[in-house]
């Protein structure tokens, strides 16, 4: 299983960036897909959720608002559109799969089956 994200960058507070996460070796339509970050110096957070249907998604309460989710089955593609970035969202950014028949809303505390290589994105201010 390879999960790959992209999208990262270096960008100025209030900009906006869309990463990507591209995966393979897994059948992607079996699988809730989500994003986590983690800072300098910081443990991993939960950042976003989307069931495997598009039909369910999840927020932390820091990105409400700014952040979207979305997923493309076709396409085995997950995204996460960032607007009005801060300086505190700078991090690395994963995105992670857990199976279906695992309750989507158990990725907000970590629960995952597979994680990937991150990009990494930076806020200035």
């Known amino acids: 299983v390879q999960l790959q994200a992209s999208g990262g960058g270096l960008v100025q507070a209030g900009d906006s960036l869309r990463l990507s996460c591209a995966a393979s070796?897994?059948?992607?339509?079996?699988?809730?897909m989500g994003w986590f970050r983690q800072a300098p110096g910081k443990e991993r957070e939960f950042v976003a959720a989307?069931?495997?249907?598009?039909?369910?998604?999840y927020y932390a309460d820091p990105v409400k608002g700014r952040f979207t989710i979305s997923r493309d089955n076709y396409k085995r593609t997950v995204y996460l559109q960032m607007n009005s970035l801060k300086p505190e969202d700078t991090a690395v950014y994963y995105c992670?799969?857990?199976?279906?028949?695992?309750?989507?809303?158990?990725?907000?505390?970590?629960?995952?089956?597979?994680w990937g290589r991150g990009t990494l994105v930076t806020v200035s201010s």
């Open positions: 992670a799969a857990l199976k279906v028949n695992t309750p989507l809303g158990t990725m907000k505390e970590g629960r995952l089956d597979y």
């Open positions: 070796g897994l059948t992607f339509s079996y699988y809730h």
């Open positions: 989307i069931s495997w249907s598009g039909g369910s998604i």
